[in-house]
């Protein structure tokens, strides 16, 4: 529990990541024996929706049409996370909470794959302080400088 609370903290984990490492040891172990089709994704997220007074009047009506009672949000959950692998989970709560934000890549993590050092040659793109009057990055067939 410990592990899954640490996405409040400024550790740069969000809760999305914080569910996959937590899910990620028990990877290894055989999940159900089925998938998750999108028809079934669908059918559960529509489930929750119509108990939000913000869905459409006509969803909760579909939803008891077709499944007569309603289900609590997070035992209809608890069925899908205990299919899905880590990374999917990941990406599932991604897309249910509509942030996408942890897919961006800090500049310096991707320049320093490039070469370890490139981060200190080339501080201009890694947020250094720039100087008045002198471009971060001139390119070097117009004449400037890298900076």
């Not at 059918?43 to 499944?67: C, G, M, N, W, Y």
Request: aromatic share 8%; with cysteine; proline share 6%.
């Amino acid at each position: 529990m410990k592990d899954l609370q640490r996405w409040k903290t400024s550790s740069g984990l969000d809760l999305a990541s914080s569910v996959e490492r937590v899910m990620a040891t028990t990877d290894y172990e055989s999940r159900a024996d089925r998938e998750v089709t999108l028809e079934e994704l669908d059918d559960i997220l529509d489930q929750i929706a119509a108990s939000s007074s913000f869905s459409s009047a006509s969803l909760p009506e579909r939803v008891t049409t077709k499944h007569g009672r309603s289900i609590r949000a997070d035992n209809l959950l608890s069925k899908v996370f205990r299919v899905l692998q880590s990374s999917e989970t990941k990406w599932m709560i991604r897309i249910i909470s509509n942030n996408y934000s942890p897919a961006r890549v800090p500049e310096t993590l991707v320049i320093s794959r490039f070469h370890f050092l490139l981060p200190d040659l080339n501080p201009s793109c890694c947020g250094a302080p720039r100087q008045p009057g002198y471009p971060a990055y001139a390119h070097p067939a117009s004449g400037g400088y890298l900076r």
